[in-house]
């Protein structure tokens, strides 16, 4: 059987422009929902080794060995001496093999992008961004690293691709990537939320993307959590379809939603009401649009 084609997006920027932080991001809060993640580092130096000198596989490659193998409790590691740098290509297809929904290429900023091949840009400042985006055509799907945070950053206006400052993220940048993963899933778990409500309904589709929201924030949460709810109960009700066991609780704070863990408490203010026309608005509004404010409380 083919494994399908995991969707790839290489991280690019220059040296301290935070890829490696981006990278670790994704893969810790996209693990946590339930996707596979490979992820791909180009190193330029020469000579350089991921195999530290002195350890015994590193003197059996030394030795002349074909391929070592590396076997722990907890890791598989490989150690295969090459003539020349191997193509990405090959490199993907070593990978393939492992059932990943996403690869993560750190580097690698030659490569072309497809449909398939995403890029995420990585930038200290406006005029370190101005200069790689110079470099780089779409499909660039964010933008962030210390750019985001700054000053001028702030200001920025008609970039191919939003500027997103993970410190403040509220999940933005796992919810473009999840979004490319599974592009249906929001209608799938409005519609799971629907029949288990008894009909469509426009609160029920604001609590899916309150629930959406959360879940990029804070993971799958194998604990059951509380959520503490002053908004209609079939807002708590889509909560339910997300987080399957939560309890719902009434609290008289209206507007706001407060998803309990054993260590700290997210909040979600909804924006003032607004006339939604259909369910279908709803579900595909900014977040902008519908919450007031995404923050956590200890």
């Not at 030394?62 to 598989?76: D, F, H, I, K, T």
């Not at 398939?116 to 055509?137: G, P, Y």
């Not at 404010?293 to 200890?298: G, N, V, W």
Request: net charge positive; aromatic share 6%.
């Amino acid at each position: 059987m083919i494994n399908p084609k995991p969707l790839t997006i290489h991280v690019i920027g220059r040296s301290g422009s935070g890829k490696t932080t981006a990278i670790e991001y994704l893969t810790t809060h996209l693990t946590r929902l339930g996707f596979s993640v490979g992820v791909i580092k180009h190193v330029h130096r020469e000579g350089f080794t991921f195999d530290a000198a002195g350890k015994d596989t590193w003197r059996h490659a030394r030795a002349g060995a074909s391929v070592v193998a590396g076997v722990s409790p907890r890791e598989l590691a490989i150690f295969k001496p090459t003539r020349q740098e191997t193509a990405l290509t090959e490199v993907f297809q070593t990978l393939q093999s492992n059932n990943l929904n996403l690869i993560l290429v750190e580097g690698f900023s030659r490569a072309p992008s497809t449909k398939h091949s995403l890029k995420i840009l990585a930038a200290k400042n406006v005029r370190e961004l101005k200069q790689i985006l110079k470099l780089n055509k779409p499909p660039i799907i964010a933008i962030t690293g210390p750019v985001a945070s700054s000053k001028g950053g702030k200001t920025l206006r008609d970039t191919p691709a939003p500027i997103i400052d993970i410190q403040a993220d509220q999940g933005r940048l796992v919810a473009t990537v999840r979004k490319r993963l599974r592009p249906n899933e929001l209608r799938q778990l409005y519609r799971k939320a629907a029949l288990n409500h008894g009909s469509e309904c426009i609160g029920l589709a604001i609590g899916i993307r309150a629930a959406y929201l959360a879940s990029n924030i804070l993971g799958r949460l194998e604990t059951k959590p509380k959520l503490r709810y002053g908004t209609k109960r079939c807002v708590a009700e889509a909560f339910t379809t997300v987080f399957p066991g939560i309890k719902a609780i009434p609290q008289r704070h209206r507007d706001e939603l407060k998803i309990e863990n054993p260590k700290s408490s997210l909040i979600i203010q909804l924006a003032p009401k607004k006339q939604f026309r259909s369910s279908a608005e709803a579900l595909s509004s900014t977040d902008d649009t519908l919450f007031k404010s995404i923050h956590f409380s200890t």
